[in-house]
């Protein structure tokens, strides 16, 4: 089981992560950001990560984290 977050502040959208994960975790989504709105990448299947760290070795905004949790330390 892995905990994966995407920084929303700092990604940008490139969907990168989308492309190169095997299991599609993240989902680019559009995002309202102030007056504008932006493309940022989004985790919508973090049960699905297999860790392999694809998406955190090919962000180009170092965005990605994703680390080992354990099935039922999740509450926090
Ligand atoms: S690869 Fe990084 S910068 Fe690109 S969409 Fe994914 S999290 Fe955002
Ligand atoms: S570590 Fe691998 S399986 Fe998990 S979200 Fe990143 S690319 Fe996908």
Redesign the pocket.
């Known amino acids: 089981m892995f905990r994966v977050t995407?920084r929303k502040e700092?990604?940008?959208?490139?969907?990168?992560?989308?492309q190169v994960c095997p299991t599609d975790v993240?989902k680019?989504v559009m995002v309202k950001d102030g007056e504008y709105y932006r493309?940022?990448?989004e985790v919508v299947r973090e049960e699905a990560c297999i860790g392999c760290m694809a998406?955190v070795e090919?962000?180009?905004?170092a965005?990605?984290t994703v680390e080992k949790a354990e099935a039922k330390a999740r509450a926090a």
């Not at 700092?10 to 989308?18: E, K, L, N, P």
């Not at 090919?58 to 905004?61: H, Q």
């Open positions: 995407v700092t990604c940008i959208g490139c969907s990168v992560c989308a993240f680019i493309l940022v990448s998406c090919n962000c180009p905004t965005s990605i």
